[in-house]
C-alpha cells in the first residue's frame, strides 16, 4: 500500500470515527432533552400530589374537630 493510499484509508477511518461521534452526540443530546422534559412532568406531578395531600390533610383534621365539637356538645 502507497504512502498516499494508507493516508487516504486513515483520513476515511477518522472521517468515519467523527460521523459515528456526531451520531451518538445527537442521540445523546436527544436522550438528554427527553429526560429533562420527563424530569419536569415528573416534578409538576409530585408538586399536584403534594398539594393533593395537603387538601386531603386539612378535610381531614377539619373532619376530625368536627367530631370532637359534635363529641363535645353531646
Aim: proline content about 0%.
Amino acid at each position: 500500500m502507497s504512502s498516499l493510499a494508507k493516508s487516504e484509508a486513515d483520513l476515511n477511518r477518522l472521517q468515519e470515527g467523527l460521523q459515528d461521534v456526531v451520531r451518538r452526540l445527537n442521540a445523546l443530546e436527544e436522550e438528554n432533552r427527553s429526560l429533562k422534559a420527563r424530569q419536569e412532568n415528573l416534578v409538576n406531578e409530585r408538586a399536584s400530589l403534594v398539594q393533593r395531600n395537603e387538601e386531603a390533610r386539612s378535610r381531614v383534621e377539619a373532619m376530625i374537630e368536627r367530631l370532637k365539637a359534635l363529641e363535645s356538645a353531646g
